[in-house]
């Protein structure tokens, strides 16, 4: 294996399917097999779905699966006597029954050999919080978290989900600080598996990105979170700024090809809860494989027939 692998998958609603389907195609046409090749995966919100599953020796097919399967049933709306301006817009119940189904309801991130990030956020203190595999000796405080509690408490986007309580912690989205958690995944990599930046090989999977902006001529009286701002269109901007400032920081630390950043682009709010999208989502990221199979061939070293030219 040439370089030290990472891979590391944005936050994006039900997005991730795009991210998914692209890991589904890189497996078919290159037989990858992710626990091998890779020596990190990280991911934050949808992304630490698709992290987990993978760490955990999950097919991304099942991934793609998941999506499609119960999609639409986790981002049903509240009832009109369970939702309201004090309540988040859908309950958690169903997408923990499903997470549960999905990693086991008694697997630990102990368990996980692989090294895995997750990132959250400690509302309760008003700070970061990582959830992480025990790939360092000094780690102790997430051994025995559940990967099912750990993935729902990066999922819960505020607005959308309630946070996660998890012991004395109360848990909201990674992506309010880490939508693409690929600078978090290179400075892991540097300071506890002993790697160094120069080694790095980073494979980054977006879950798209909105080209929207606010008129300049909006009125100051109009600047209200339901009226100027616009709530969705507010937290997607919030989510975009994030990617890119990880992006462009780490653009900075590496060199040009250690990086390779899969994602696209639309001009319109892309919304973080609409699986009524997956058929345009899955021919996105068609599109997008095909178009990046020979950069991805080349950066991941792979030969003629899926093989890795370090093995």
């Known amino acids: 294996m040439n370089g030290f692998y990472i891979l590391a ?83 958690n119940e169903y997408f923990k029954k499903v997470l549960k189904d999905v990693f086991g309801e008694d697997r630990k991130l102990g368990q996980i050999e692989m090294p895995l990030i997750l990132p959250s956020t400690d509302i309760g203190n008003g700070i970061v919080h990582v959830l992480k595999s025990s790939y360092d000796k000094g780690f102790v405080r997430d051994n025995n978290r559940l990967v099912y509690e750990a993935v729902l408490a990066s999922c819960s986007a505020p607005t959308y989900f309630d946070p996660y309580r998890m012991d004395k912690y109360l848990l909201a989205d990674g992506g309010l600080w880490a939508n693409n958690p690929s600078l978090v995944a290179a400075i892991d990599a540097k300071r506890r598996l002993g790697q160094s930046l120069d080694k790095l090989k980073i494979l980054s999977i977006g879950t798209g990105e909105s080209r929207n902006f606010y008129p300049v001529a909006n009125r100051i009286a109009r600047w209200g979170l339901l009226t100027g701002w616009g709530v969705q269109k507010f937290i997607t901007m919030l989510l975009n700024l994030q990617a890119q400032t990880a992006k462009n920081m780490l653009g900075l630390l590496l060199e040009q090809g250690q990086i390779l950043r899969i994602n696209f682009e639309s001009d319109k709010v892309l919304a973080l809860d609409n699986p009524n999208d997956h058929d345009n989502l899955i021919s996105l990221a068609d599109r997008d494989f095909t178009y990046n199979a020979e950069k991805i061939k080349q950066f991941m070293g792979y030969t003629t027939g899926g093989k890795d030219a370090g093995q």
Not at 20 to 26: D, G, Q, T
Not at 48 to 61: E, F, K, R
Not at 63 to 82: A, C, T
């Open 9 to 91: 998958i944005d936050g994006g609603g039900y997005r991730g399917v795009y991210s998914a389907y692209i890991l589904k195609r890189i497996a078919e046409e290159f037989g990858q097999d992710w626990l091998k090749k890779f020596g990190l995966i990280a991911g934050t919100s949808t992304g630490a779905i698709i992290a987990a599953a993978l760490a955990s020796g999950l097919p991304a097919s099942k991934i793609v699966n998941f999506y499609k399967d119960h999609g639409k049933e986790i981002f049903k709306k509240r009832s009109l006597f369970g939702f309201g301006v004090m309540n988040s817009k859908y309950s």
